[in-house]
Structure formats: structure tokens, C-alpha cells
């Protein structure tokens, strides 16, 4: 054989038995067997060669605990294995696989590849995990949001305090990716991907969106400019679905060949709509609505207009966190049960739709 051609291979099988030598050793709880002709006995001897024929050994003071769940009929099982970390009384989930296999000698076969898969997916997310000591360094977590969660998958790693992540040691390998996951009550949760270029591995957290349930805000309307109004909006889903409500006060007419006289009306809406374009974090986003509204005209009578809020649509700019300034238009339809005929509204002589603009707050 050619020693170059071996090298390869043989340094490849070198590397890899290092990889699964350095595995913390794993406790393997009783498993769960159901509707099969499979023992748990069988099982579990299965396991056991699968797990020590790759130096994953079995001890019952590891940190690491694998479940196994078997179940099936006929001519086919199932099997489901789950490799959790545990520490004190919590367990999470580091990794997970299920596997399909025939009820015959290819048991042990399928049972093998199953370990492999779930060792493999373990390694990936958890590369300090057979990593050479002097490849791993300990990272320090940085953010402003007090009391915040962060997790690397399903593991917790530890909570935000005075702007520091306090918890269980986190190491990293040099050169991987690594993506944490930032939570707290009250913000949407943030996804943060880091690549962990060099020693001392220092990670700084944005800041995490803040949910908002309730907006006020004030605006004025062109051709409106003798009146101003408010609204309010109350959100379903934060910051994405909400249902608001419009009322506005103004004077029209004065010195106007079709209005020679000053009327002055209360204009009141209630819509519903929801964000079509920019997420929850953008600076600049759309949204669209649809509602139901009706002048009412301090004249003789006091006559009442019914309308349609057919469409509207939105586009407001995030100031500060919890400041907007906005714009919308849209396409009324009068019902034609007051001064205004049944047709489409403008406020303008030569038509068009109206255009108001506005400022928000939002908690």
C-alpha cells in the first residue's frame, strides 16, 4: 500500500477515535419497552455495546443521561433515544434521534447507527465537548437586559445580572459558531449567532424588543389643518395585530365657493389591522387596516354620515424605542345617511384620498 495514500485514512481514524474517547461518559437510564418481542435486557445490552464500542461508557455518577423509548408491531419498531445534561435536579435536552428499524438480526445494526446519529448531533452543537483542553475558552456574556435567560438549544446557561451573564461555566471552541438565544418576560426573544474568532472570548447582547400592548397618539389630517385628533390602539398580538380607535375634531368650509360657511365636525373610527412589512425590531414599518367610522356635523339637524373604512394603509418610523411618527391614507365609502351622497369620500375638490400624520407612544 502506498504509505501517502494511507496517511490520510489513517490520520482520519486516528482523529476519530480521539473525537469519541474525549465524550463524557454517559449514564443509560432503564428503558421503555412497548408492544415489542424485544426485552429490555436485550435492549439495553444493545446500548451498552454500541456505547462502549465507541468508549462512551456507562457510569452512574455522569453528568450526561441517555433515555431510550422502544415501541412497535408487525414487522417494524421504533426507537428513540435522548441525551440530556443534568445538574441537580434540572435536566435539559442536549440532543435527540428516532430511528426505524426491522424486527430481525439487524437489530443491533440499527441500534448502532441510531448511537452514531445521536453522537454526531451531539458533537455538533457541543464541539468543546471533544475539543483538546487548550482549544476551549471560557466566554464571558455581556447585555443590557437584566434578569434575561440565555441558552445555547434547549440548555440554559445562565441569567443576566448588573449586565453580566451569571451561571454555569460556558466554553467554547476557537473558531466555531455558536448561537445563543436571549429571553425574557415582557421582549421578544432574540437569536444571536457569534463566531468565536479569539481569545478572551467577550460577547456583547443587543438589546432585546420590548413587547407592547397599548399606543396613544395624536395626529392632524391635510384638509383638514383646523382640528386635530387623538387615537388609541390596544394590541392583540405585540406590536403585530392590534384593533384602535380614532376620533377627530375640525372646522371645514370658510371663504369657499363650495363651502362659504364654517362646519365644524366630529369624526370618530374604529379599525382593525395588522403589520404587513418590517419585524417586531425595525426601524421603518407598514401596516395595513380596515374599520368602520362616521361624521357627525354640528349643523342644523345634526346630521350623522355613516362610511366604510374599506382599506388603509400605514407606514409609521420608530423614533426612540416607544416613539413613532407615522402616515397613513386610505379609501372611505360614504352610506349615504347624512350630508355626505353613498359614494367614495375625498376631502379635496379635485378628489383623492386623505392624508393624516401623526405622532405615537407605545408600552
Not at 451498552?48 to 455518577?61: F, H, I, N, T
Request: aromatic share 10%; proline share 6%.
Amino acid at each position: 500500500m502506498d504509505m501517502r495514500k494511507a496517511l490520510p485514512t489513517i490520520v482520519g481514524m486516528l482523529w476519530g477515535v480521539a473525537v469519541l474517547s474525549a465524550v463524557p461518559q454517559v449514564r443509560l437510564e432503564d428503558p421503555v419497552v412497548e408492544d415489542l418481542d424485544l426485552s429490555p435486557e436485550l435492549v439495553v445490552k444493545a446500548l451498552v455495546a454500541s456505547l462502549e464500542a465507541r468508549e462512551v461508557l456507562v457510569q452512574d455518577d455522569a453528568g450526561y443521561v441517555l433515555t431510550t423509548r422502544m415501541w412497535g408491531g408487525g414487522r417494524r419498531g421504533v426507537v428513540s433515544l435522548r441525551l440530556y445534561v443534568e445538574k441537580g435536579e434540572t435536566r435539559s435536552l442536549v440532543a435527540a434521534v428516532v430511528a426505524s428499524f426491522p424486527l430481525n438480526l439487524s437489530f443491533y445494526a440499527e441500534v448502532d447507527r441510531a448511537v452514531e446519529d445521536l453522537l454526531s448531533r451531539w458533537l455538533s452543537r457541543f464541539p468543546e465537548v471533544a475539543a483538546p483542553e487548550d482549544a476551549v475558552f471560557p466566554v464571558e456574556v455581556r447585555g443590557p437586559d437584566e434578569g434575561a435567560v440565555v441558552k445555547v438549544g434547549d440548555v440554559v446557561l445562565g441569567t443576566i445580572e448588573e449586565g453580566v451573564l451569571v451561571g454555569d461555566p460556558f466554553r467554547v471552541v476557537l473558531g466555531s459558531r455558536v448561537k445563543l438565544t436571549v429571553e425574557k418576560e415582557g421582549y421578544f426573544p432574540r437569536d444571536v449567532e457569534v463566531v468565536i474568532e479569539e481569545s478572551p472570548v467577550v460577547v456583547e447582547l443587543p438589546p432585546l424588543p420590548r413587547q407592547h400592548r397599548f399606543e396613544v397618539g395624536v395626529f392632524s389630517t391635510l384638509g383638514q389643518l383646523k382640528g386635530a385628533g387623538v387615537e388609541g390602539r390596544w394590541y392583540a398580538l405585540p406590536d403585530r395585530v392590534f384593533a384602535g380607535l380614532r376620533d377627530y375634531v375640525y372646522a371645514e368650509g370658510g371663504g369657499r365657493w363650495w363651502m362659504p360657511e364654517v362646519v365644524v365636525r366630529n369624526q370618530s373610527e374604529l379599525v382593525v389591522g395588522a403589520y404587513l412589512v418590517g419585524g417586531v425590531s425595525s426601524t421603518v414599518r407598514l401596516w395595513m387596516e380596515s374599520g368602520i367610522g362616521g361624521y357627525l356635523s354640528f349643523v342644523e339637524g345634526v346630521p350623522f354620515d355613516l362610511y366604510y373604512h374599506l382599506i388603509g394603509l400605514g407606514v409609521e418610523w420608530v423614533v426612540v424605542p416607544g416613539w413613532t411618527l407615522y402616515a397613513r391614507t386610505g379609501y372611505d365609502y360614504a352610506a349615504g345617511t347624512g350630508l355626505l351622497p353613498q359614494g367614495s369620500i375625498s376631502l379635496y375638490p379635485e378628489g383623492g384620498p386623505a392624508l393624516s400624520c401623526g405622532v405615537g407612544y407605545r408600552w
